[in-house]
Nanobody, 125 residues
Framework: QVQLVESGGGLVQAGGSLRLSCAASGRTFSRYGKAWFRQAPGNEREFVAAISWSSGTTYYADSAKGRFTISRDNAKNTVYLQMDSLKPEDTAVYYC??????????????????WGQGTQVTVSS
């Protein structure tokens, strides 16, 4: 079983940047999709970005396009989310997710079997 550990969250002012990391342990990442989701208090978990581990193809929510970048380091078994031009509405707990099977809908949380514990991102205005 794979364990996912997120890091890099914190408090930042609007317009600032953060880089989230998601490291896998126990087992290596599968060759399938990895994603970041987020959940703000009172809201449902929502898709942020995803990447195909094998091809590197990326997918973004409209709210993330142009500001966030998802990337992977196969050698380090790590997925990153670079977040720039942060806004107060980006405040949420951010979760890393891993799929052990081919992903059909990258923005669907049901496609992912393993989840990290989450890291808090707070953007002040």
């Amino acid at each position: 079983q794979v364990q996912l550990v997120e890091s890099g969250g914190g408090l930042v002012q609007a317009g600032g940047s953060l880089r989230l990391s998601c490291a896998a342990s126990g087992r290596t990442f599968s060759r399938y999709g990895k994603a970041w989701f987020r959940q703000a208090p009172g809201n449902e978990r929502e898709f942020v970005a995803a990447i195909s581990w094998s091809s590197g193809t990326t997918y973004y929510a409209d709210s993330a396009k142009g500001r966030f970048t998802i990337s992977r380091d196969n050698a380090k078994n790590t997925v990153y989310l670079q977040m720039d031009s942060l806004k107060p509405e980006d405040t949420a707990v951010y979760y890393c997710a891993d799929s052990r099977n081919p992903v059909n809908r990258y923005n669907d949380y049901a496609e992912y079997e393993y989840w990290g514990q989450g890291t808090q991102v707070t953007v002040s205005s």
